[in-house]
């Protein structure tokens, strides 16, 4: 078998599973097999395979038609242009995340007395370790995340990225573990935000969101659940005129906007909407003390 007809085989069986991604797929998950980058694959469409390259193969492409996400296959994927290592235990970076990244970014330029950051659910470590990778002044920062497994992927992403001296992590349910007494410049959280019915919409849909961690994605029966007990704390941890970034589902915007008011009454909201115009991130300023 060469190249060309692997590639002609995979983007028949991902036709029929009706994967809309086909030709992009295959050549990505030909390339894995191969240990290249797609230019090679392109450029030798001639090139005879060995047993064990197809072999490897006819595995991933058997799990891609049963709709296995690519980055569950590859074990990773890229995000804000750095390539992140992911496993079942953490949600896939997803490109619309990558505002909330930029929004941070932007942040910081603007404020460069901003030193500290705590993200809440880092899972594979994407959002805060791009944000420290392109923010030199923040000298402080604290990931949490309740699941173990998670927290290693992450600390295997700060250390391939030579940012693990630059981030302490730990293991919490949200704020629990936190110790009262810190403050934070900047809070930043992608917390599970779809509601029962919309995780149950989302996996007809997206066959692939099954192959994801639920507790990612599921905020409670109405979303909120997360977004709770992230703002009661708020106030505590979250340093006089510093900011908090969320990404958010376009439907929370009142809910949001509520919990704001209600526990940082003075604090400032922005909503930000995404490429598509759904809203998609909320930022939350409060005030100096000074």
């Known amino acids: 078998m060469t190249i060309q007809e692997a590639l002609s085989d995979a983007k028949n069986k991902f036709e029929e599973a009706g994967i809309e991604s086909v030709l992009l797929d295959a050549e990505v998950l030909l390339a894995f097999a191969l240990s290249c980058d797609r230019s090679h694959v392109l450029a030798h469409p001639e090139q005879t395979l060995t047993p064990d390259q197809e072999k490897k193969i006819a595995q991933y492409v058997r799990e891609r038609a049963a709709r296995k996400p ?66 030199p002044q923040i000298k402080y920062a604290f990931a949490i995340d309740r699941v173990k497994r998670a927290l290693e992927i992450a600390k295997k992403n700060a250390e391939s990225l030579s940012l693990a001296d630059r981030l302490s992590f730990k293991r919490s349910d949200m704020w629990k573990q936190v110790p009262k007494e810190y403050q934070f410049d900047i809070v930043v959280s992608n917390p599970p935000y779809l509601s029962a019915a919309q995780c149950a919409e989302a996996r007809t849909a997206y066959p692939e969101i099954a192959y994801e961690p639920q507790i990612a994605l599921l905020g409670g029966t109405d979303g909120l659940l997360f977004f709770e007990s992230l703002f009661q704390r708020a106030p505590r941890h979250l340093r006089p005129g510093g900011a908090m970034f969320l990404e958010i589902g376009t439907a929370q915007k009142d809910d949001i906007e509520r919990l704001a008011k209600k526990y940082l009454p003075e604090a400032n909201i922005v909503l930000r909407t995404d490429g598509c115009g759904n809203i998609r991130i909320a930022i939350i300023t409060t005030r100096s003390s000074q």
């Not at 496993?87 to 603007?110: A, G, H, S, W």
């Open 70 to 135: 690519v980055a569950y296959i590859t074990d990773h994927k890229e995000f804000y242009g750095l390539n992140f290592a992911v496993n079942k235990y953490t949600l896939i970076p997803r490109p619309e995340t990558e505002q909330l990244v930029q929004e941070v970014i932007d942040y910081c330029k603007e404020h460069p007395s901003a030193r500290s950051i705590i993200e809440l659910g880092v899972g594979s470590g994407c959002v805060i370790l791009s944000i420290l990778k392109n923010v």
